[in-house]
């Protein structure tokens, strides 16, 4: 091997296989050490509850009607299927490990259309595309969840395997297909056809996209007008023909076109939820704007629209409607940004297209790779600590006789920068969590937590119309516990209020007093009920924003 040839690196598909493999078993460990809350809760109290499989909403045999019901009044996609179903049957630990390994598909998946893997020398290509993914797609938007797992990691992966075992390496998308011959038996086809079917329900965003996406490229080759669908073989026939039914299942849902139609209010204007939620696919637009500003540029663009690669750019495109609709900021713009991604690097490719140093290449594959596991490995100590702590406090509640626990729950919102966010805790104010552990554990009351020092509090002798302060041992939350003055109004469940705290009557005092609602000086504050003693308290929690909370 000459000089020349020795300066330059050739990093092995091996360590992007290593990389992969780390980000998969880091993220199963989170999902282990992330105890099931909010719609995690929901989906596992359908078959199973607290003393075990079969004791939930429904029976086992029952779950088709469930499903129906699902279809009908929720969404179609098949993501909340798995989920539901896996969650009420299967231990969580095994549920988790399933998602650990759906991110690392997910990955190699994109690699592979980013004709990055198999690596062949392309090594530092294939660990920028991994970090793009890692640092910058919005994996702070209640990923910890399993059922959000399911509903965009997993709905990335089955469809981008459906399209690889569409792939030819000669004719293109709509080929042949390659793992299965003409030859294959009847339960062959039927199983390949099954999996297209459910990949196409995974989520209506993703599958509606890609499938907008197909029929241009099948358009651009003229299939469509030379009847080309004939020409295709009967397992590549049921296999599109599955996945673009399983794509109509999901979209025709009522509740998910009740949900686009009249649904909850959006996080914000369309245009600034795409800004916000999908800016990779703006850098796509901005790239094709680009192109169309030069003769030689929109020659380039013309054999990216008609070759397979503008399938790609359709379907981030087709994305944007999703994103725009959704009103969702953060995760909405996910599929869009995976297909942008891919068609981007299959544009320009602008890293594999030079020639990287031996120093230069390695040390970007070795700080990037490193820096991605490094950050989930960190998320997954954090994630280790909120465990324990929430395995307790639930262990208090199911023993608790009127759901009122006096424990201190670590605060997610305080945790260090380089978590991103990906860590979520059980907070006070997290009443749907509260009201799926109410079903879980089949309690009549909801869980009240208080700090732990509450737990000192004489309720007989407390002053009515006064508030008292705790403090925590992780932080002085300002809380109150009270009764309210006569002409106060509080909420009958748990809420939003807004609410002003005095000063202290003295120095001494933890004593405050309780304010007018309506004041220009109000605080925001979560307002929780509760019974002690026989008369009704309040405790509330000041508002402290987190990355990714929905105003």
């Not at 092995?12 to 078993?25: D, G, M, Q, Y």
């Not at 994996?139 to 965009?152: G, P, T």
């Not at 663009?301 to 399938?311: E, N, P, Q």
């Not at 994630?383 to 324990?388: P, Q, R």
Request: hydrophobic share 50%; charged share 15%; proline share 5%.
């Amino acid at each position: 091997m000459s000089d020349r040839q020795k300066s330059y690196i050739n990093i092995p598909t091996l360590w992007v296989l290593s990389v992969v493999a780390a980000h998969a078993v880091a993220w199963s460990v989170m999902y282990i050490f992330t105890l099931p809350m909010g719609d995690d809760l929901i989906y596992t109290s359908i078959l199973r509850r607290a003393d075990g499989i079969g004791t939930g909403a429904y029976a086992v045999w029952e779950f088709p009607r469930y499903w129906a019901r699902h279809w009908m009044y929720t969404n179609g996609r098949s993501a909340n299927l798995f989920a539901s179903l896996f969650m009420g049957i299967l231990p969580h630990w095994m549920v988790s490990v399933m998602c650990g390994m759906a991110v690392g598909a997910m990955y190699l998946f994109v690699l592979y259309f980013c004709r990055l893997f198999p690596c062949k020398g392309r090594g530092v290509a294939a660990t920028v595309v991994i970090a793009v993914i890692a640092f910058l797609f919005p994996w702070w938007d209640s990923f910890s969840l399993i059922d959000v797992n399911f509903n965009y990691v997993w709905a990335t992966a089955m469809p981008l395997a459906v399209l690889v075992m569409l792939r030819h390496d000669g004719r293109g998308w709509l080929g042949r297909v390659g793992s299965i011959s003409d030859r294959s038996g009847l339960i062959t086809t039927a199983c390949v056809a099954m999996f297209c079917l459910f990949a196409g329900m995974i989520h209506e965003a993703a599958t509606l996209s890609l499938c907008a996406g197909i029929v241009w490229t099948a358009w651009m080759r003229g299939d469509i007008s030379s009847g080309g669908w004939r020409r295709m073989s009967r397992q590549l026939r049921w296999m599109l023909g599955a996945f673009f039914a399983g794509a109509a299942v999901a979209a025709l849902s009522p509740g998910i076109i009740m949900r686009a139609v009249g649904g909850s209010s959006p996080d914000d204007v369309w245009w600034v939820v795409v800004l916000k939620s999908a800016p990779i696919t703006l850098i796509l637009l901005f790239v094709i704007l680009m192109s169309l500003m030069s003769r030689n540029g929109r020659d380039r663009l013309r054999r990216v629209m008609v070759s397979d690669r503008g399938m790609w750019v359709v379907s981030a495109i087709a994305g944007l409607a999703f994103v725009a609709v959704g009103g969702i900021v953060g995760r909405s713009g996910w599929f869009s940004q995976i297909f942008a991604l891919i068609a981007l690097w299959q544009w320009y490719d602008p890293v594999g297209r030079y020639r990287v140093s031996l120093v230069d290449g390695g040390l970007v594959a070795l700080s990037l790779g490193m820096s991605a596991v490094v950050q989930m490995v960190e998320v997954d100590r954090y994630s280790y600590i909120g465990w324990k702590a929430d395995s307790e406090l639930r262990s208090l509640y199911a023993a608790s006789p009127d759901g009122i626990v006096c424990y201190d729950m670590p605060d997610d919102s305080r945790l260090p920068l380089w978590v991103f966010s990906r860590v979520r805790y059980l907070r006070p104010e997290d009443d749907y969590t509260h009201y799926g552990l109410r079903l879980y554990y089949k309690k009549d009351c909801p869980l009240i937590n208080l700090p732990a020092s509450a737990a000192a509090i004489d309720w007989a002798n407390f002053r009515p119309c006064k508030a008292l302060k705790f403090e925590t041992k992780y932080l002085t939350i300002g809380s109150v516990a009270l009764m309210p003055p006569a002409d106060a109004v509080f909420p009958e469940s748990p809420g939003w209020a807004r609410l002003y705290v005095g000063k202290a009557e003295s120095a001494e005092s933890q004593h405050f007093n309780i304010y007018d609602f309506g004041s220009q000086y109000c605080s925001r504050n979560w307002v929780i009920p509760f019974e002690k003693e026989g008369r009704t308290y309040y405790y509330t929690r000041p508002y402290r924003p987190h990355w990714g909370d929905r105003f």
